[in-house]
């Protein structure tokens, strides 16, 4: 694939490129697709947002990571969906003030104590259209003693993008966060009035101890959280499916 000159195919509606050339990469370039709809580089780091701004029929991206220079004002009024493989979180408001008209977003963040220390949990920030939010939480310190408060904040900072008025729907993953505030988390998630929420549990007993499972499922928005069978004693799973968070609060 490395070997095919892309812009013999101006009339692309669907890109696909699992590990471009800088070359390929450098033609990317709404003048060269402009009809392109849906572009996929998963193992491209730090895309130029700038380049993707530019097309005007792209609707759904899947990238590994974006660049944005706030220096520049662009913006997409096309894209409606993106997956993001990695994301710093500090960058999340201006990405969706960058993406106005994006309803479905799917992000994985990397949270370290660094990340931490200059994520700014105080923002303020509302986005106008977005209904389905997919949010994947990896803890990489791994440090028995440390605690997951300041990554809870976070959590709830970052629903608290999503308008409460659009009813949207939240599915959260968390890697490796044994003191996680369940409680905190229902009660950010009813009250931004998400109308429908699923999660996903994901634990290393080899780095931390694991949570009060039976403790966690008597909080309502948990009650129908149940383990996965996996082939390993190195990982354990608990997976939530999609609730109704009205029906969950009514019992």
């Known amino acids: 694939m490395n070997k095919i000159n892309i812009l013999d195919y101006p009339n692309l509606r669907i890109l696909r490129l699992h590990r471009p050339t800088p070359t390929q990469l450098d033609v990317i370039r709404q003048d060269n697709f402009p009809h392109l709809e849906y572009l996929s580089l998963v193992e491209t780091s730090n895309f130029n947002f700038e380049n993707l701004s ?11 990571s974006l660049r944005i220079d706030n220096q520049y004002s662009y913006s997409s009024s096309s894209i409606r969906s993106l997956i993001l493989r990695n994301c710093d979180p500090s960058n999340l408001i201006d990405l969706l003030r960058h993406l106005p008209q994006m ?3 799917k992000v994985s963040i990397f949270w370290t104590r660094a990340l931490l220390g200059k994520f700014d949990s105080t923002a303020v920030f509302v986005h106008p259209n977005l209904m389905s939010l997919d949010l994947t939480m990896f803890d990489l310190d791994f440090d028995i003693t440390a605690t997951n408060c300041d990554i809870c904040e976070a959590v709830t ?3 608290a993008y999503v308008s409460p008025c ?4 939240c599915q959260l993953t968390l890697f490796g966060m044994p003191d996680f505030n369940f ?3 229902q009660r950010t998630v009813t009250t931004l009035d998400f109308v429908r929420f699923s999660c996903q549990l994901v634990y290393f007993p080899k780095y931390k101890s694991l949570p009060d499972f039976d403790r966690i499922r008597q909080l309502p928005l948990f009650n129908r ?6 082939s390993s004693d190195n990982i354990i799973i608990y997976y939530s499916a999609w609730t109704n968070t009205n029906h969950a609060f009514m019992k």
């Open 166 to 169: 659009i009813r949207a729907r």
């Open 157 to 159: 900072a970052l629903l």
């Open 225 to 230: 959280l149940k383990p996965i069978l996996t």
């Open 54 to 64: 530019q097309f005007k029929s792209l609707r759904s991206c899947e990238l590994k």
């Open 103 to 105: 309803t479905f977003l």
């Open 183 to 185: 409680e905190q988390l």
